[in-house]
């Protein structure tokens, strides 16, 4: 099989999270399946993007959009990145520049089917832009494309109509698909609510390989984690509420043992900071700011507990890198966590529920290693370790296809 994978983000220098579990997804199909070709198309998916919270983050996005230059990077001997420079902007402004990125996708597609000899599919990773580029190449090539969504909350307001239906840009992809996605049973029921058939939910996967249980945490001391963008809706307010109520309960001699090492850059980082020393919390919560993907893993393995109350996740795959490292989770019922976090693993509590929250840490504190890591682990990659995600895409690719030459038949 010759795939093209069309994502929306990508990682970049100033948000190198952004989109990473794409990129991984992409790499794990082409290494699961040595036997298959796979292409990656790239315009700039975050350097080449013009707003002004983006330029504000960091100019230099800008200036290394510039510099992109047409190309192939091949990654391994069947995963290769095909680079076609373009930008592009929010589509409610003049169109996003549409037609644009549709011609660097279009080349970068032209080049995928002159290096491995033909494209049997399009996987395109949300709605737009990528769903509508794969919908228009398909219009052009008779290339089946299927979309995976991961937008949360569904829609996001830019995409919705002031009569409470989508925008055409979201719902043309979707309708026309061979095959419609979503990372979780409750995004897939938000996007059947706009009359749309229900997609199928295959969520995000985990490299079990990069994520493991690491040496056993300092047990004269504990320790939560938390990995997240800093902004209102990862709920990092309710956090260190929750974190005040919970350590005002202990023993001074406890509480000097218990430690939150919060991980993350964004706009609300400031704040937070500021809140978290009106609120006492300075002697127990360490900023640790933006961090790499080692680092990010250490911190997975030597903590006792992950711990994120988002107000909203479509899925969550910091609470997979967790259970894959073995680590008990404490989350919030938003979207995703849902469907990761069961008694087996973890303890859920309603979004913005501050007792609640302050409950489950307490909790945690007194259980967490209770909790038998290798069946966590183990679980968590009959999920989402890469094979089993793999197998589950390729079921639908060769569907689609199949589909198609019946079509093409008949």
């Known amino acids: 099989m010759n795939l093209f994978v069309i994502p929306s983000w990508y990682p970049h220098r100033c948000f190198p999270w952004e989109g990473v579990f794409l990129q991984e997804q992409t790499r794990a199909i082409a290494e699961r399946r040595p036997g298959w070709n796979v292409g990656t198309s790239l315009w700039g998916q975050g350097e080449g993007f013009?707003?002004?919270?983006?330029?504000?983050?960091?100019?230099?996005?800008?200036?290394?959009?510039?510099?992109?230059?047409?190309?192939?990077?091949?990654?391994?001997?069947?995963?290769?990145?095909?680079?076609?420079?373009?930008?592009?902007?929010p589509e409610r402004v003049f169109g996003g520049n549409?037609?644009?990125?549709?011609?660097?996708?279009?080349?970068?597609?032209?080049?995928?089917?002159?290096?491995?000899?033909?494209?049997?599919?399009?996987?395109?990773?949300?709605?737009?832009?990528?769903?509508?580029?794969?919908?228009?190449?398909?219009?052009?090539?008779?290339?089946?494309?299927?979309?995976?969504?991961?937008?949360?909350?569904?829609?996001?307001?830019?995409?919705?109509?002031?009569?409470?239906?989508?925008?055409?840009?979201?719902?043309?992809?979707?309708?026309?698909?061979?095959?419609?996605?979503?990372?979780?049973?409750?995004?897939?029921?938000?996007?059947?609510?706009?009359?749309?058939?229900?997609?199928?939910?295959?969520?995000?996967?985990?490299?079990?390989?990069?994520?493991?249980?690491?040496?056993?945490?300092?047990?004269?001391?504990?320790?939560?984690?938390?990995?997240?963008?800093?902004?209102?809706?990862?709920?990092?307010?309710d956090l260190l509420k929750g974190a005040a109520r919970f350590l005002s309960e202990l023993r001074p001699a406890d509480r000097a043992l218990v430690s939150f090492r919060l991980g993350g850059d964004g706009p609300q980082l400031r704040s937070l900071q500021q809140e978290a020393t009106a609120l006492g919390l300075d002697a127990s919560v360490m900023w640790l700011g933006q961090i790499p993907r080692g680092r990010a893993r250490e911190e997975f393995s030597r903590c006792d507990?992950?711990?994120?109350?988002?107000?909203?996740?479509?899925?969550?795959?910091?609470?997979?890198?967790?259970?894959?490292?073995?680590?008990?989770?404490?989350?919030?019922?938003?979207?995703?966590?849902?469907?990761?976090?069961?008694?087996?693993?973890?303890?859920?509590?309603?979004?913005?529920?501050?007792?609640?929250?302050?409950g489950a840490l307490d909790f945690m504190l007194r259980n967490a290693r209770g909790y038998d890591a290798t069946k966590i682990r183990a679980r968590c990659l009959e999920r989402y370790g890469r094979e089993a995600v793999v197998a589950r895409l390729e079921q639908v690719y060769q569907r689609v296809i199949q589909q198609r030459q019946s079509a093409a038949i008949s």
């Open 305 to 358: 507990a992950f711990v994120l109350t988002s107000h909203h996740e479509s899925f969550g795959i910091v609470y997979v890198e967790a259970t894959a490292c073995g680590k008990p989770v404490v989350a919030t019922r938003c979207g995703g966590p849902e469907v990761i976090v069961t008694p087996e693993n973890g303890v859920l509590v309603e979004v913005g529920d501050l007792a609640g929250i302050a």
């Open 98 to 237: 549409k037609q644009a990125l549709l011609a660097a996708s279009r080349e970068s597609l032209r080049r995928a089917v002159a290096r491995f000899g033909g494209v049997d599919l399009i996987h395109a990773h949300v709605s737009y832009p990528a769903g509508w580029l794969a919908m228009k190449l398909s219009d052009e090539t008779g290339i089946p494309y299927v979309v995976t969504e991961h937008m949360g909350p569904f829609p996001l307001p830019v995409y919705a109509r002031r009569d409470g239906g989508l925008k055409g840009v979201l719902r043309e992809p979707l309708e026309r698909a061979g095959a419609r996605i979503a990372v979780s049973p409750m995004l897939a029921r938000a996007i059947a609510g706009f009359g749309l058939p229900e997609p199928e939910f295959i969520p995000n996967l985990v490299d079990e390989r990069l994520y493991a249980p690491g040496p056993p945490a300092d047990p004269e001391r504990f320790a939560f984690f938390t990995l997240c963008v800093m902004d209102v809706g990862k709920g990092v307010s």
């Open 50 to 89: 013009l707003s002004s919270a983006h330029l504000l983050k960091s100019p230099r996005c800008l200036l290394d959009a510039q510099d992109m230059k047409r190309e192939e990077r091949a990654l391994l001997p069947n995963l290769v990145e095909f680079v076609t420079p373009a930008l592009w902007w």
